[in-house]
Protein backbone atom coordinates (compact mmCIF):
# COMPACT_ATOMS: atom_id res chain seq x y z
CA UNK A 1 0.00 0.00 0.00
CA UNK A 2 3.47 2.26 0.70
CA UNK A 3 3.75 1.76 -3.34
CA UNK A 4 0.74 2.45 -4.39
CA UNK A 5 -0.84 5.64 -2.14
CA UNK A 6 2.79 7.11 -0.99
CA UNK A 7 1.26 7.37 2.59
CA UNK A 8 3.42 5.43 5.00
CA UNK A 9 1.88 4.40 8.02
CA UNK A 10 3.81 4.21 11.39
CA UNK A 11 1.94 1.26 13.97
CA UNK A 12 3.08 2.25 17.36
CA UNK A 13 1.91 2.12 21.23
CA UNK A 14 -0.10 5.08 22.26
CA UNK A 15 2.21 6.20 25.85
CA UNK A 16 3.88 9.90 25.36
CA UNK A 17 7.24 7.38 25.19
CA UNK A 18 5.91 5.25 22.32
CA UNK A 19 4.70 8.21 20.26
CA UNK A 20 8.01 10.24 20.96
CA UNK A 21 9.79 7.32 19.49
CA UNK A 22 7.90 6.73 16.38
CA UNK A 23 7.97 10.82 16.12
CA UNK A 24 11.50 10.28 15.88
CA UNK A 25 11.47 7.51 13.10
CA UNK A 26 9.37 10.40 11.56
CA UNK A 27 11.64 13.03 11.61
CA UNK A 28 13.99 10.31 10.56
CA UNK A 29 12.42 10.12 7.48
CA UNK A 30 11.58 13.43 6.72
CA UNK A 31 15.32 14.36 7.20
CA UNK A 32 15.91 12.23 4.20
CA UNK A 33 13.53 13.42 2.08
CA UNK A 34 10.24 11.47 2.35
CA UNK A 35 7.73 13.98 2.75
CA UNK A 36 6.39 14.61 5.88
CA UNK A 37 2.74 14.73 4.67
CA UNK A 38 3.31 11.32 3.79
CA UNK A 39 4.32 9.87 7.02
CA UNK A 40 1.34 8.88 9.05
CA UNK A 41 1.57 7.84 12.78
CA UNK A 42 -1.18 5.36 13.81
CA UNK A 43 -1.70 4.41 17.56
CA UNK A 44 -2.44 0.80 18.49
CA UNK A 45 -3.74 -0.15 21.65
CA UNK A 46 -1.90 -3.66 23.09
CA UNK A 47 -2.96 -5.96 25.83
CA UNK A 48 0.11 -4.38 27.36
CA UNK A 49 -1.49 -1.32 27.64
CA UNK A 50 -4.48 -2.67 28.76
CA UNK A 51 -3.53 -5.26 31.77
CA UNK A 52 -1.95 -3.33 34.25
CA UNK A 53 -3.03 -5.50 37.64
CA UNK A 54 -0.45 -7.91 37.20
CA UNK A 55 3.22 -8.81 36.12
CA UNK A 56 3.44 -9.23 32.54
CA UNK A 57 4.58 -13.03 32.70
CA UNK A 58 1.29 -13.16 34.43
CA UNK A 59 -0.51 -12.12 31.55
CA UNK A 60 0.63 -14.05 28.64
CA UNK A 61 4.73 -12.45 28.56
CA UNK A 62 6.77 -10.41 26.44
CA UNK A 63 4.45 -10.25 23.32
CA UNK A 64 1.65 -8.18 25.10
CA UNK A 65 3.58 -5.06 24.07
CA UNK A 66 4.13 -5.89 20.05
CA UNK A 67 1.62 -8.73 19.26
CA UNK A 68 -1.35 -6.54 18.05
CA UNK A 69 0.98 -3.77 16.75
CA UNK A 70 2.41 -6.69 14.49
CA UNK A 71 -0.74 -7.98 13.36
CA UNK A 72 -1.82 -5.02 11.84
CA UNK A 73 1.56 -4.82 9.76
CA UNK A 74 0.87 -8.63 8.87
CA UNK A 75 -2.59 -7.15 7.63
CA UNK A 76 -1.06 -4.38 5.56
CA UNK A 77 -2.48 -1.84 7.83
CA UNK A 78 0.55 -0.24 8.78
CA UNK A 79 3.78 -0.35 6.80
CA UNK A 80 6.33 -0.33 9.91
CA UNK A 81 6.09 -0.97 13.76
CA UNK A 82 8.17 1.31 15.92
CA UNK A 83 8.63 -0.57 19.11
CA UNK A 84 11.17 0.04 22.33
CA UNK A 85 13.64 -3.04 21.28
CA UNK A 86 13.52 -4.70 24.97
CA UNK A 87 9.72 -4.88 24.68
CA UNK A 88 10.36 -6.96 21.29
CA UNK A 89 10.46 -11.26 21.71
CA UNK A 90 12.96 -13.23 20.47
CA UNK A 91 11.46 -14.51 17.96
CA UNK A 92 9.45 -12.54 15.53
CA UNK A 93 6.29 -13.69 13.62
CA UNK A 94 6.57 -15.31 10.32
CA UNK A 95 6.97 -12.80 7.39
CA UNK A 96 8.05 -10.39 10.04
CA UNK A 97 11.57 -8.69 10.51
CA UNK A 98 13.69 -5.91 12.03
CA UNK A 99 14.96 -3.82 9.52
CA UNK A 100 16.40 -0.98 11.16
CA UNK A 101 17.33 1.12 14.41
CA UNK A 102 18.05 4.61 15.10
CA UNK A 103 21.19 5.34 17.22
CA UNK A 104 21.18 4.05 20.67
CA UNK A 105 20.46 6.28 23.42
CA UNK A 106 22.10 5.99 27.21
CA UNK A 107 21.45 2.31 27.82
CA UNK A 108 21.67 2.95 31.35
CA UNK A 109 19.21 2.50 34.51
CA UNK A 110 18.19 5.50 36.59
CA UNK A 111 17.42 5.21 40.25
CA UNK A 112 14.86 7.24 41.56
CA UNK A 113 13.58 8.35 45.20
CA UNK A 114 12.47 11.21 47.18
CA UNK A 115 13.78 9.33 50.40
CA UNK A 116 17.08 8.20 49.40
CA UNK A 117 20.07 8.88 46.73
CA UNK A 118 20.90 5.81 45.65
CA UNK A 119 19.80 1.47 46.81
CA UNK A 120 22.42 1.27 48.99
CA UNK A 121 21.12 4.31 50.76
CA UNK A 122 17.35 3.07 51.44
CA UNK A 123 16.24 2.20 54.96
CA UNK A 124 16.34 -1.28 55.67
CA UNK A 125 12.89 -2.98 54.31
CA UNK A 126 12.24 -0.13 52.29
CA UNK A 127 10.08 -0.69 48.66
CA UNK A 128 11.20 -0.37 45.64
CA UNK A 129 8.75 -0.13 42.83
CA UNK A 130 9.00 -2.32 39.33
CA UNK A 131 7.47 -4.82 37.07
CA UNK A 132 11.02 -6.28 35.70
CA UNK A 133 12.35 -9.18 36.74
CA UNK A 134 15.82 -8.53 35.94
CA UNK A 135 15.78 -5.02 38.04
CA UNK A 136 13.88 -6.83 40.89
CA UNK A 137 16.80 -9.42 40.81
CA UNK A 138 19.53 -6.88 40.43
CA UNK A 139 17.93 -4.77 43.32
CA UNK A 140 18.03 -7.93 45.79
CA UNK A 141 21.60 -9.07 44.89
CA UNK A 142 22.50 -5.84 46.40
CA UNK A 143 19.88 -5.19 49.20
CA UNK A 144 18.12 -8.84 50.01
CA UNK A 145 16.38 -6.68 52.82
CA UNK A 146 14.53 -4.53 50.32
CA UNK A 147 10.76 -5.24 49.25
CA UNK A 148 9.79 -5.44 45.50
CA UNK A 149 6.13 -4.36 44.34
CA UNK A 150 4.66 -4.72 41.11
CA UNK A 151 4.81 -1.15 39.32
CA UNK A 152 3.14 -1.11 35.99
CA UNK A 153 2.29 1.92 33.76
CA UNK A 154 4.18 4.54 31.54
CA UNK A 155 6.27 6.44 32.38
CA UNK A 156 4.86 9.49 33.99
CA UNK A 157 2.46 6.89 35.97
CA UNK A 158 5.40 5.46 37.68
CA UNK A 159 6.92 8.32 38.37
CA UNK A 160 3.73 9.60 39.81
CA UNK A 161 2.87 6.94 42.09
CA UNK A 162 6.50 7.00 43.01
CA UNK A 163 5.92 10.32 44.12
CA UNK A 164 2.57 9.51 46.07
CA UNK A 165 4.75 7.07 48.24
CA UNK A 166 3.40 3.63 46.40
CA UNK A 167 6.58 2.61 46.92
CA UNK A 168 10.09 4.32 48.23
CA UNK A 169 12.33 4.08 44.99
CA UNK A 170 11.76 2.97 41.32
CA UNK A 171 14.62 1.87 38.73
CA UNK A 172 13.52 3.30 35.33
CA UNK A 173 15.57 3.78 31.68
CA UNK A 174 17.51 6.30 31.10
CA UNK A 175 16.53 6.50 27.61
CA UNK A 176 12.68 6.72 28.19
CA UNK A 177 13.26 10.07 30.73
CA UNK A 178 15.62 11.62 28.30
CA UNK A 179 13.46 11.29 25.09
CA UNK A 180 10.37 12.66 27.59
CA UNK A 181 12.62 15.23 28.62
CA UNK A 182 12.37 13.92 32.36
CA UNK A 183 16.18 13.18 33.04
CA UNK A 184 15.88 15.65 35.80
CA UNK A 185 13.73 12.78 37.51
CA UNK A 186 16.65 10.72 38.11
CA UNK A 187 17.76 10.60 41.54
CA UNK A 188 21.09 8.65 40.33
CA UNK A 189 22.23 7.48 37.15
CA UNK A 190 23.73 3.72 37.99
CA UNK A 191 26.64 2.25 35.68
CA UNK A 192 26.30 -0.24 33.09
CA UNK A 193 28.73 -2.23 35.83
CA UNK A 194 26.61 -1.89 38.62
CA UNK A 195 23.51 -2.49 36.73
CA UNK A 196 23.40 -4.22 33.68
CA UNK A 197 20.55 -3.06 31.06
CA UNK A 198 17.99 -5.28 29.69
CA UNK A 199 19.15 -6.65 26.01
CA UNK A 200 18.13 -3.96 23.65
CA UNK A 201 17.47 -1.05 26.53
CA UNK A 202 18.09 2.50 24.94
CA UNK A 203 17.40 1.09 21.29
CA UNK A 204 14.59 1.96 19.21
CA UNK A 205 13.62 -1.17 16.95
CA UNK A 206 11.71 -0.95 13.54
CA UNK A 207 9.68 -3.84 12.28
CA UNK A 208 8.46 -4.46 8.79
CA UNK A 209 6.88 -6.92 6.54
CA UNK A 210 9.86 -9.17 5.18
CA UNK A 211 8.34 -8.77 1.47
CA UNK A 212 8.08 -5.01 1.61
CA UNK A 213 11.32 -4.03 -0.16
CA UNK A 214 10.44 -0.39 -0.76
CA UNK A 215 10.07 0.12 2.75
CA UNK A 216 12.71 -1.85 3.68
CA UNK A 217 14.84 0.43 1.73
CA UNK A 218 13.90 3.31 3.01
CA UNK A 219 14.46 2.32 6.48
CA UNK A 220 18.09 1.03 5.51
CA UNK A 221 19.19 4.83 5.17
CA UNK A 222 18.13 5.70 8.62
CA UNK A 223 19.50 2.82 10.22
CA UNK A 224 22.46 3.35 12.86
CA UNK A 225 24.69 0.00 11.76
CA UNK A 226 26.43 0.29 15.47
CA UNK A 227 23.22 -0.32 16.98
CA UNK A 228 21.78 -2.52 14.67
CA UNK A 229 24.54 -4.45 14.90
CA UNK A 230 24.79 -4.44 18.96
CA UNK A 231 21.16 -5.15 18.89
CA UNK A 232 21.43 -8.63 16.90
CA UNK A 233 23.92 -9.79 19.27
CA UNK A 234 21.82 -9.31 22.48
CA UNK A 235 18.84 -10.68 21.07
CA UNK A 236 21.27 -13.74 20.04
CA UNK A 237 21.86 -13.93 23.70
CA UNK A 238 18.84 -14.01 24.97
CA UNK A 239 17.45 -16.26 22.04
CA UNK A 240 19.81 -19.35 23.53
CA UNK A 241 18.68 -18.10 27.13
CA UNK A 242 14.91 -18.80 26.13
CA UNK A 243 14.49 -15.17 27.55
CA UNK A 244 10.98 -14.63 29.01
CA UNK A 245 9.44 -11.92 31.29
CA UNK A 246 9.70 -14.04 34.38
CA UNK A 247 14.05 -14.51 33.59
CA UNK A 248 15.98 -11.98 34.63
CA UNK A 249 18.50 -11.32 32.24
CA UNK A 250 20.96 -8.61 31.18
CA UNK A 251 22.76 -8.58 28.03
CA UNK A 252 24.64 -5.24 26.69
CA UNK A 253 26.83 -4.99 23.66
CA UNK A 254 28.96 -2.05 22.53
CA UNK A 255 30.97 -1.20 19.24
CA UNK A 256 34.00 -0.23 18.75
CA UNK A 257 35.19 0.58 15.12
CA UNK A 258 35.10 -3.33 14.06
CA UNK A 259 35.81 -4.44 17.34
CA UNK A 260 32.79 -5.56 19.85
CA UNK A 261 32.68 -5.95 23.65
CA UNK A 262 29.75 -7.66 25.28
CA UNK A 263 28.68 -8.47 28.80
CA UNK A 264 26.04 -10.75 30.21
CA UNK A 265 24.41 -11.53 33.29
CA UNK A 266 21.41 -14.12 34.53
CA UNK A 267 20.00 -14.19 37.91
CA UNK A 268 17.66 -15.90 39.91
CA UNK A 269 14.54 -13.82 40.33
CA UNK A 270 15.58 -13.46 44.58
CA UNK A 271 18.96 -12.25 43.64
CA UNK A 272 20.08 -15.04 45.71
CA UNK A 273 22.92 -16.21 42.85
CA UNK A 274 24.14 -14.68 39.50
CA UNK A 275 26.20 -15.80 36.83
CA UNK A 276 28.16 -13.25 34.16
CA UNK A 277 30.41 -13.41 31.59
CA UNK A 278 31.95 -10.48 28.87
CA UNK A 279 33.65 -11.02 26.37
CA UNK A 280 35.20 -9.18 22.61
CA UNK A 281 35.07 -9.85 19.40
CA UNK A 282 34.70 -8.65 15.60
CA UNK A 283 31.69 -6.96 15.07
CA UNK A 284 31.07 -9.28 12.16
CA UNK A 285 30.57 -12.44 14.70
CA UNK A 286 28.28 -9.92 16.67
CA UNK A 287 25.10 -12.94 16.70
CA UNK A 288 27.68 -15.69 17.19
CA UNK A 289 29.22 -13.71 20.22
CA UNK A 290 26.08 -13.58 21.59
CA UNK A 291 25.13 -17.37 20.97
CA UNK A 292 28.46 -18.11 22.31
CA UNK A 293 28.09 -16.04 25.05
CA UNK A 294 24.43 -17.65 25.95
CA UNK A 295 25.18 -21.40 25.51
CA UNK A 296 28.31 -20.87 28.05
CA UNK A 297 26.27 -18.96 30.73
CA UNK A 298 23.74 -21.83 30.32
CA UNK A 299 26.24 -24.36 30.94
CA UNK A 300 27.38 -22.68 33.78
CA UNK A 301 24.11 -21.88 36.04
CA UNK A 302 22.95 -25.67 34.86
CA UNK A 303 19.37 -27.00 34.25
CA UNK A 304 17.73 -26.08 37.33
CA UNK A 305 18.92 -22.13 37.67
CA UNK A 306 15.73 -20.79 36.96
Excluded at 93 to 119: H, N, T, Y
Excluded at 129 to 148: C, F, L, N, W
Aim: aromatic share 2%.
Amino acid sequence: MTQSSGLLRIGTRGSPLALAQAGMVRDALVARGHAADNVAVTVIRTTGDVVQDRPLADAGGKGLFTREIEEALLRGDIDLAVHSAKDVPTVLPQGLMLAACLEREDARDVFVSPRAKSIADLPRGAKVGTASPRREAIVKRVRPDIETVLLRGNVNTRLRKIDEGVADATVLALAGLKRLGLAHRATRIMSVEEFLPAAGQGAIAIEVRENDETTRALLAQIDHADTSVALACERAFLGVLDGTCRTPISGHATIFGPSLQFRGLIAKPDGSEARDIAGTGNRADAIKIGIEAGRELKARAGAGFF
